[in-house]
C-alpha cells in the first residue's frame, strides 16, 4: 500500500519508489560516469577527494575504503570546513573532487568547490538539479526521488567502481560494476523482508532515551549517518558511534546491563571485528540489536551500505510513528541562524 504523503513525509522504502529512484540513476550516468572518469585519467589524474556534509559526507567513507582497497588512486574522504581548512597542498589539477549536497547550498561544500576550482582540479557534484553546486561543478549528476543518501550513495559508486575498472583491480571492478546493475532490483527485494522487524523493533525501543551504534569497515559510514542524521537529527534521541576496531580501546568501559547498542554486521573482511565487539557487548548483557547483513537477501558485500540502510530506514520510520515525532521535524535546521 502507498501512503501518500502525511505529517511523516513520504516514506522511500513505499512501492517502487526506491527501486525506481537508483535505477533510473544508473540509466542516466553508467555511460556518463564511465566517459568522465576515462576524460579524468587521460588527463593525469592521480587523486581523488570527496566532500560533502552530514548525511552527504557519510556516504563517502565506504566508496573511500573501496578505492583504497582496489584501486591505485589515494582518495580521501572530508566534512566541507575540514577541506576548505585543511587546503590540502597537494590538491592541484590532477585531482579530481567529488562534492555531495543534496541541497547544493551548503556554505562549506560550495566553499569547497571553489577551493577546487582555483586549484585547477577536476570537479563532480551530486545533488538535487539547478543548484548552486550543480551549476558550478564541470560535471553534475542530479537526482529526484526522495532517498536522497542512497541516491548519492549509488552515485559514489558509479564513480568509484569505474575508477577501479580503469585503475585498480578491473576484475573486481567489473564484478561491483556487475552488481550495481542488478542493485535496484535487490533492494526491492529488502525492503520487502525487512519491515516486519523494523515495525516490531520500533514498538520496542520507541521509550529508549539512548544508543550506541557500533560498526566497522563497509558500514562505519552507515553507522555516523545513523546517529548524524537519524538519531540525533530527525528523532532527538541521544546516540553516539563507534568503530568496532575501537571498541575495546575504551568504549566498552561503557557496556552494562540493557544498555541499547546498535551493532551492524557486514560480511567483508572486517566482520569478526565487529562480532568480537558484539560478544563483549553480549557477554556484559547489553541490550544489543544487530543489523546483520547475511540475514538480508544476499547481496555484495561491499554494497553493504545499501541493504543495512534499509533495514534501519524500516527500524526508524516505524520509530518515528511510535513515538509521534516526525522525521521531517526540525527546531533549529532550516529555521533559525546557524
Ligand atoms: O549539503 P546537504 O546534503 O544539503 O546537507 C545538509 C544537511 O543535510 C543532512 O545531511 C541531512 O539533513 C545534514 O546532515 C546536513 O546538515
Known amino acids: 500500500m502507498i501512503n501518500t504523503e502525511s505529517k511523516f513525509g513520504l516514506n522511500y522504502l513505499e512501492g517502487s519508489i526506491l527501486k525506481d529512484g537508483i535505477s533510473k540513476i544508473y540509466k542516466d550516468y553508467h555511460d556518463k560516469v564511465e566517459a568522465i572518469v576515462k576524460e579524468w585519467l587521460a588527463s593525469g589524474i592521480d587523486q581523488v577527494y570527496f566532500v560533502g556534509c552530514g548525511g552527504s559526507r557519510a556516504i563517502m567513507e565506504p566508496v573511500k575504503l573501496i578505492l583504497d582497497k582496489y584501486s591505485s588512486i589515494p582518495a580521501d574522504a572530508y566534512t566541507g570546513w575540514e577541506f576548505v581548512n585543511r587546503a590540502p597542498e597537494r590538491l592541484n589539477e590532477r585531482a579530481a573532487v567529488v562534492l555531495a549536497s543534496h541541497s547544493g547550498t551548503t556554505e562549506e561544500v560550495l566553499k569547497s568547490l571553489d577551493l577546487a576550482k582555483e586549484r585547477g582540479a577536476k570537479t563532480i557534484s551530486f545533488s538535487l538539479n539547478d543548484t548552486p553546486l550543480q551549476k558550478g561543478a564541470e560535471n553534475s549528476l542530479v537526482y529526484n526521488t526522495p532517498a536522497v543518501n542512497l541516491a548519492k550513495l549509488f552515485m559514489s559508486y558509479l564513480v568509484t567502481t569505474q575508477l577501479v575498472i580503469q585503475s585498480g583491480n578491473k576484475a573486481f571492478g567489473e564484478e561491483l560494476w556487475q552488481a550495481l546493475s542488478a542493485l535496484p532490483e535487490k533492494l526491492q527485494e529488502i525492503i520487502n523482508v525487512t519491515e516486519e522487524r523494523g515495525k516490531a523493533l520500533a514498538k520496542q525501543y520507541k521509550d529508549k532515551k539512548g544508543y550506541y551504534l557500533v560498526a566497522t569497515g563497509m558500514l562505519a559510514g552507515l553507522a555516523y549517518q ?59 548483557k547489553a541490550d544489543t540489536i544487530v543489523f546483520d547483513l547475511k540475514e538480508l537477501p544476499e547481496i555484495h558485500p561491499y554494497l553493504a551500505p545499501f541493504g543495512v540502510h534499509i533495514a534501519l530506514q524500516w527500524f526508524a520510520w516505524h520509530l518515528a510513528q511510535e513515538r509521534d515525532h516526525p522525521l521531517p521535524t526540525r527546531r533549529y535546521m532550516w529555521k533559525v541562524e546557524y
Not at 238 to 255: D, T, Y
Request: proline fraction near 5%.
Open 226 to 284: 545513523f546517529k548524524v542524521c537519524t538519531l540525533l537529527e530527525m528523532q532527538w534521541i541521544h546516540a553516539s558511534h563507534i568503530n568496532a576496531g575501537e571498541f575495546r580501546h575504551g568504549p566498552f568501559e561503557i557496556v552494562e546491563e540493557g544498555q541499547p547498542m546498535i551493532f551492524l554486521l557486514g560480511t567483508d573482511e572486517s566482520r569478526p571485528v565487529a562480532e568480537r565487539a558484539l560478544n563483549f557487548a553480549n557477554r556484559y
